[in-house]
């Protein structure tokens, strides 16, 4: 969804098991849930005349 | 586009909101996920950091990931935090980009609005502001951003194509989106994701 929405250089940190010992574990395992980390980067200008003709 | 989406947007933001006001005023009381805290250090932040946080700055964290993991900030830099909460990450982001930079937390809770901005007056963080908005529309002009972050937020939002789409306009040419979000390995099945109270616990 991040490349389809514009943006580039997708980076995906490590899961996180963020709901370990939570109340929500059981619902969280069943589905495979875990936090992740992202970076992205919203594509630099390119100058006047740059593009594909 | 709107009528794909699984469940109603403003209902869902009723639900998100009252489930993170109970979090502002009571934080300890004990809800489907961690915070505070014990989070904060689960989730891997510098402790140092941490430690010189008021109580209040820390106890109603409810982030899932760290979003300063995979780069820190610079100083100078300006700074969306998009559902900002009582203000955690936004008050590490204060850190990290120092004076010279800006920061502009975003929430949609008014408890949460109070929490932060009081701390932020009390933190004597003057490069530091929580305006109200949503994530769907931020009160920031375009490409005003070097850095977007985000903690737990977007998978509370019907619309994520529509928050990634603000993000991206109030974001500089070149500048970062880094935020951490849940994600399942295994599919929802499509009565659950129409289930509105499973978005919230």
Known sequence: ?53 | MAQDLPVDSHALREQVRGKYRAVALEPGAGFHFHTGRGLASRLGYEAGVVDALPDRAVESFAGVGNPFSLRRLVPGEKVVDVGSGAGFDSFIAAGQVGPTGQVVGVDMTAEMLAKSRQTGVALGLAHLEFPEGLAEALPVEDAWADVVISNGVINLCADKRAVFAEILRVLRPGGRLQFADIANGRPVPAEALRDIDLWTG
């Open chain 1, 1 to 53: 969804m991040l490349t389809d929405s514009g943006f580039t250089g997708v980076v995906i940190g490590e899961a996180v098991d963020t709901f370990d010992g939570a109340k929500g574990e059981d619902k969280a395992r069943a589905y495979e849930v875990y936090g992740y980390t992202f970076m992205a980067s919203r594509p630099p200008e390119r100058p006047a005349g740059s593009g594909r003709r």
